[in-house]
């Protein structure tokens, strides 16, 4: 199996920026999809964008024109930039891989964390107003 290890989480003032990083052991081009999600302490996990192997891209509304999701293969990375960051973006933040049928991504289902196969760590983010 594969594992993920994120990175990059931080305190920073709302309206800053932070760029999250997801390492994975192995090549990961064989997976369908990839995502990144987050969690506040008594909410459920959030799916937050998604990439698939050819780069295609979803965002969640919560986050679409504010964080950016990309990948470099050659570094078996996965990124999140996040811009515009308020307070209500505090929670731990997740990267997962997905060997499920591209399917999810194209009918939505994709921020469903039942969907993913391998999950990382976590890395905490956390925005004061």
């Known amino acids: 199996q594969v594992q993920l290890v994120e990175s990059g989480g931080g305190s920073v003032q709302a309206g800053g920026s932070l760029t999250l990083s997801c390492a994975a052991s192995?090549?990961?081009?064989?997976?369908?999809?990839m995502g990144w999600f987050r969690q506040a302490p008594g909410k459920e996990r959030e799916g937050l964008a998604v990439?698939?192997?050819?780069?295609?891209?979803r965002y969640a509304d919560s986050v679409k024109g504010r964080f950016t999701l990309s990948k470099d293969n050659a570094k078996n990375t996965l990124y999140l930039q996040m811009n515009s960051l308020k307070p209500e973006d505090t929670a731990m933040y997740y990267c997962?891989?997905?060997?499920?049928?591209?399917?999810?991504?194209?009918?939505?289902?994709?921020?469903?964390?039942?969907?993913?196969?391998?999950w990382g760590q976590g890395t905490q983010v956390t925005v004061s107003s």
């Open positions: 990439i698939t192997s050819d780069g295609s891209t």
């Open positions: 997962a891989i997905s060997y499920f049928s591209t399917s999810h991504f194209y009918g939505g289902t994709w921020s469903n964390p039942g969907n993913y196969n391998n």
């Open positions: 192995r090549n990961f081009y064989m997976s369908n999809f």
